[in-house]
C-alpha cells in the first residue's frame, strides 16, 4: 500500500511534536552543517508517524528542523511528508529505530542519549555521559559480540542501576567496559550498598598497609597497569577486568585484604549471573 504524502511548511513542522527518543538535535546539527553544501531537495523530503487522535511524531528530520529554524540551513518553499499510520506511541518509536537503521545516521552516542531521552533520564555524571554503557551491559549480560543489541531495550532493562549510579557522580576515568559491567553487577546485587566500593574507587581512595591492600586499591593498581600495557580492550582483556573487579568488590564486602603474593582471583561472570537470574 502506497504511503500517503501531505504538503507541510517548514515553520508547521517545527511544530510537529519531536520523537521520544530522538538523539541530541543540538549536538548533531553540528556535525551535519558540516557533512552538508548548501541546500539539497533531499531536504524537502521528511516522515511523520500519526496516531488515531490525528497526532503527529517526526520520524526523521529533526536536525533539520532546528537549522532551518536558526536560519543556519536555507529554508525550502514547503516539505513533502510521508506519514505512517500507527496505533502507539511505543509504534513511533519502533519506525524511528527502522528509519535511524536505514541512513545510518545515529552513531552509538546518539543511541545512548535517545534511550536515557526514552526513559526521562538525563545524565548528569561523566561516567554516565562519556561511558561505553552499550559494551559494559553486553559484558553484564553475557552477550559481548552478539547481533542485534538494542541499547533502547537494555537501558530500560538496567535503568534502576543506570540511574542510582549517575547519583553518585562518578567519573570514566579508569573505568573500561569490564569495570562498568562489574559496577552495573554489584549495583544490581547490593544496591545502595555497593556505593562505598566505587565512590572509593572513584577516589582513589582505596587502603594500602605495608604490603596488604583492600580490594579497592588492588583494583586500582590492576587497572592502572592494565591501562599501561595497554590491555583494555579485547574479548579476553575485558572478561578479565569484569572479572577481577567483581572479586575485588566482593572480597571488599568482606573484608579480605590482598597481601602482595595474592593475585587477584577472577569471579566467574557466569555464575555471578546466574546469582542475578540474568
Known sequence: ??????????????????????????????????????????????????LPDGKLIKLDGHTRALLWSQGKLKKPDSLSVDIYHVQTVDDVMRLYRHFD???????????????FRMVGFDPKSSLLRNGGLSSAISVAEGTLGNTGF???????????????IDEQGFTHNL????????????????????????????EKDGVKNGKTMDGVHALEVFITTKHMRKQIGGYNNV?????????CFEGFKSGYFYSGKNQIKRLSLKKYRSSLGI
Do not use: C
Not at 546539527?29 to 524537502?44: A, M, N, V
Not at 538494542?150 to 542510582?164: F, G, M, S
Not at 573505568?175 to 572513584?202: C, D, P, Q
Not at 572478561?239 to 572479586?247: D, G, H, P, Q, R
Open 101 to 115: 537503521s536505514q541512513v545510518s545516521a545515529e552513531n552509538g552516542v546518539d543511541k545512548k542519549r535517545g534511550a
Open 239 to 247: 572478561m578479565e577486568i569484569a572479572e577481577k573487579s567483581l572479586a
Open 150 to 164: 538494542d541499547i533502547y531495550q537494555a537501558v530500560t532493562r538496567w535503568e534502576n542501576e543506570i540511574r542510582l
Open 175 to 202: 573505568v573500561s567496559a569490564g569495570v562498568f559491567a562489574a559496577m552495573l553487577l554489584t549495583f544490581r546485587k547490593h544496591g545502595t550498598g555497593a556505593i562505598e566500593f566505587w565512590s572509593r574507587y572513584n
Open 1 to 50: 500500500m502506497a504511503i500517503p504524502t501531505i504538503q507541510m511548511s517548514v515553520d508547521d513542522w517545527d511544530k510537529v511534536q519531536d520523537n521520544p527518543i530522538q538523539r541530541d538535535t543540538e549536538l548533531h546539527s553540528k556535525k551535519l552543517l558540516r557533512g552538508i553544501d548548501g541546500f539539497s531537495e533531499t531536504h524537502q523530503k521528511v516522515a511523520a508517524a500519526q
